[in-house]
Structures are given as structure tokens and as C-alpha cells.
């Protein structure tokens, strides 16, 4: 077996394999024997087929299998020879492969970009802020105040429905004079405002009074989940039963049980700390990303065309999607990514390749615990399916690491944090917000 190179150019390399003819005939000789004492074949006792007559009948089979394993082992031994690492899946072409017959060579093109060498940079010269927001009594009042609506009750009223209140009917919607599947229902109680009926329903529900009949029209929006209903205007025919007045939860002992604290003072403690929680979480992100930034700036190492181009069109193709969310299926014209889709490329695929270095340097893994977490996290997405999505997990390689790229990334990121230099700044949450909603507006 003998590897020639090609090509050398930047990331690119090019090689020649050649495994001969007699490597290939020792290969299939190897398998006809290893196979040769569980065999049966007419005329012949288990395990004394004649090796001859064996390589007549399976030999066409092995050799393809001999073929492939030859190059694989081959591409194996150049790998761990070179220590290159293929940014992407290798191209493998076989020469002359329609005109090959047994007896010849086997002569394999292989190219791939390798992965560039990154050297790391002292994470000790970068500096970065961290925003610090302490939770104010407003905040948390206000946190208090939104439980109390959460835990309010209704109460029997003699006027008109006015949004807030909550309308309690019977209701048939009709298409056409005709009822629809879905779209009746018995002593429904509705919040007026609340958006759980499609627009224009709840308000045609305003001023009526228990005892009331009235007829709403609305129209399903063009986007609506079932399409026999989508764009189409209906008429529900409502019959109200009760109009009730919402009452606010009295902020107390008794408020706080409802939601799992000990006391009113103890609620306002979990509230406080959950806010500094949602700060927290908030002034990371914002912090990740001027970290971010900082190493896009300062790091420079040549990048594989091969990954950019992939996330290049990954890019397009994404914004396409969310600027046509009518559009559920890949049935299109492709989309040419432009050159701000390539320069965000050129970002995402340098970061990506230096954390990813970065976190195998320093040997970052994601522990089972922490998989675990996440796939039941994901799951919650999916009531009344989680142990159905656990399994497909399980089974499913390119999901785990689709769950796995973000824990690790950013463990490498707070490691890198560890060593930088990072100073903390108190703002008010008005200013956080600010930096969010701008961090936002900007790609990532």
C-alpha cells in the first residue's frame, strides 16, 4: 500500500492511494479463510468447501468489502501519521473505477481541507465588564403584584363584559351554516383579553351581560394549524351563561402558600432572587458576547472555504426560512448567500473551531449528568412525549450533539472567563435591558 501526495496548498491536501492487487488477494484470501469452517455447501461437509470453489462464489462480495477496508485503513494510518484532521467528510474517488477488474490496482483519490493549526492567545490580556443589577422593591412589587393577578378570583357581576372580566358561555362555531370539529364547547370560561381565542372573538364578546345571546364573526388567520379552517370566516353562536369581575389577590401569608413560600417576606425573598437570577443570566449573555468579539478581533488563523461555504448557506438559507414562515418545506429555488451571510460565516466558523480547540486542549467534557438535564429540559417541550423523546435522543447521534455543542461551548466559554479579566459594574435593570435588547439587534 503506498500514499502519494498531491496537492498541499493552505488547508487543501490531495493524496494518491494505491493498494495493489496482490494486498487485495491476500485481504480476500484472509476473509475466504476465516470463513471457510462455518461454511456449507452442497456436496460438501461443514468447513471443507475448497477454498477454490469458495472464492468463486463469495469472492466478487469480498473483494469490494477487501477494497474498503484497504482504504479505510489506509486513510486511518495517513491521519494518525499526519495528525491532520479533515474539516469535513473526505473525497474519496476511486480512478477508473468502471474500467477496474480483478487483477489490477486499486488507485483512490483522496482530498480534504485539514483543520488549521490554532495557537492559543493569552486570555489574560482581554478585559471585560460584567453588569450588575441588584433587584429593587419596585421590581419586586411589581413581580408581586403579577402573581396576585396570576392568583386572582372572579366574582359575579351585573354589567356589561368589559375586557378583563371572564365570560362564561356555551359557544357553536359554523363555516357556511355548517359546525365544525373543534369549534363547540359547554360552559367555557374565557378571559376577555387574554388571547386565547383567535383575534377579533374576545372583543365581539365586550358588553354582553349573563343571560345573553350573540352571534361573533371572526376570520381564521391564513396561518392557522388546521388547514380546513385557515383564511375562512366563521360564526359562533354564543350563549352567555355568567359575566364575572376580576378581584385581586390580597398580597398576604395566605397569597404567598398559594405559590409555595412559608410567608409574604419570604415570597418577596424568592421573587428578589429569581429577578437577580434573570439579571444574571442576562449580563452572562452580554459578556459572552464581548468576549466574543474580542477574540474575533484578535485571533487570526486560516479557515477551511469548505466550513464557511457550509455555514454560509446554512445562514441563507435559515433567514430565507424565517422571512417566509409560510413556507415549511425545502421545495425552492436554493439561495445564494450574499456577503454579509459569508462575513457572518467567516465569525460563527472561526469561533466555533477556536472554543472547540480550545475545550479539547483542555480536555472540556460534557458529563452524563449534564446531558441528562438538558434532554429533559428539551423534553418539557413535548408534554404527555418526553419518554418518547428520551429514546429518540437516545438513538439519534446528531441530536446529542446538537444538545452537547451548547453546554460545551459554554463551558469552554467560563473557562476562558476564569482566566480574563473581568470587573463588575452596577446598573440599574433600564440598562440592562438597553444592552440586551441592542446585543439582540446585532448577529451573533
Not at 49 to 70: D, N, S
Not at 134 to 144: G, R
Not at 330 to 344: A, V
Not at 360 to 377: G, P, W
Request: hydrophobic share 40%.
Amino acid at each position: 500500500m503506498q500514499v502519494t501526495e498531491t496537492q498541499k496548498d493552505g488547508l487543501k491536501r490531495g493524496y494518491t492511494i494505491t493498494v495493489t492487487a496482490a494486498e487485495l488477494a491476500e485481504k480476500v484470501d484472509a476473509k475466504l479463510r476465516e470463513a471457510q469452517p462455518e461454511v456449507e455447501l452442497k456436496g460438501f461437509r461443514k468447513g471443507k468447501v475448497p477454498l477454490a470453489m469458495l472464492k468463486k462464489q463469495f469472492g466478487p462480495r469480498l473483494m469490494g468489502e477487501a477494497m474498503q477496508e484497504a482504504v479505510d485503513a489506509a486513510m486511518q494510518q495517513h491521519f494518525e501519521e499526519t495528525g491532520d484532521r479533515p474539516a469535513m467528510q473526505p473525497k474519496v474517488e476511486m480512478q477508473n473505477g468502471e474500467e477496474w477488474k480483478e487483477g489490477d490496482d486499486v488507485v483512490v483519490d483522496l482530498s480534504y481541507e485539514a483543520l488549521p493549526e490554532i495557537d492559543e492567545p493569552d486570555f489574560s490580556g482581554i478585559t471585560l465588564e460584567r453588569m450588575v443589577v441588584k433587584a429593587d422593591e419596585a421590581a419586586v412589587d411589581e413581580a408581586l403584584e403579577n402573581l396576585a393577578k396570576q392568583a386572582q378570583n372572579f366574582a359575579d357581576k351585573d354589567g356589561a363584559a368589559e375586557m378583563g372580566d371572564q365570560v362564561v358561555f356555551d359557544f357553536t362555531g359554523r363555516i357556511d351554516g355548517e359546525a365544525f370539529e373543534g369549534g363547540a364547547a359547554e360552559g367555557h370560561a374565557l378571559v376577555l383579553g387574554s388571547g386565547q381565542f383567535i383575534p377579533g372573538f374576545e372583543e365581539g364578546l365586550v358588553g354582553v351581560k349573563a343571560g345573553d345571546k350573540k352571534d361573533v364573526t371572526v376570520t381564521f388567520p391564513e396561518s392557522y394549524g388546521a388547514e380546513h379552517l385557515a383564511g375562512k370566516e366563521a360564526v359562533f353562536e354564543c350563549d352567555v351563561k355568567e359575566v364575572k369581575a376580576p378581584e385581586a389577590a390580597e398580597l398576604n401569608d395566605e397569597l404567598a402558600s398559594k405559590f409555595g413560600a412559608e410567608s409574604l417576606e419570604a415570597l418577596k425573598g424568592q421573587i428578589r432572587e429569581g429577578l437577580e437570577g434573570e439579571y444574571a443570566q442576562a449580563s452572562r449573555a452580554i459578556v459572552k458576547r464581548g468576549l466574543l468579539d474580542k477574540l474575533d478581533s484578535n485571533v487570526t488563523f486560516e479557515l477551511p472555504e469548505s466550513l464557511v461555504d457550509a455555514e454560509a448557506s446554512q445562514i441563507a438559507h435559515q433567514l430565507w426560512h424565517d422571512e417566509h414562515p409560510e413556507v415549511h418545506d425545502h421545495n425552492h429555488d436554493s439561495i445564494e448567500p450574499s456577503e454579509e451571510h459569508r462575513k457572518l460565516a467567516v465569525r460563527r466558523v472561526k469561533l466555533g473551531l477556536l472554543l472547540a480547540e480550545v475545550g479539547r486542549k483542555a480536555e472540556v467534557q460534557v458529563s452524563d449528568a449534564e446531558m441528562t438535564q438538558a434532554i429533559l429540559q428539551q423534553a418539557r417541550q413535548y408534554p404527555g412525549q418526553e419518554r418518547e423523546f428520551f429514546e429518540f435522543v437516545q438513538k439519534n447521534p446528531q441530536m446529542q450533539q446538537q444538545l452537547r455543542a451548547p453546554i460545551f461551548e459554554d463551558k469552554v466559554v467560563d473557562m476562558i472567563l476564569g482566566k480574563a479579566e473581568v470587573t463588575e459594574k452596577e446598573v440599574n435593570k433600564d440598562d440592562l435591558k438597553s444592552a440586551l435588547d441592542a446585543l439582540e439587534d446585532e448577529p451573533a
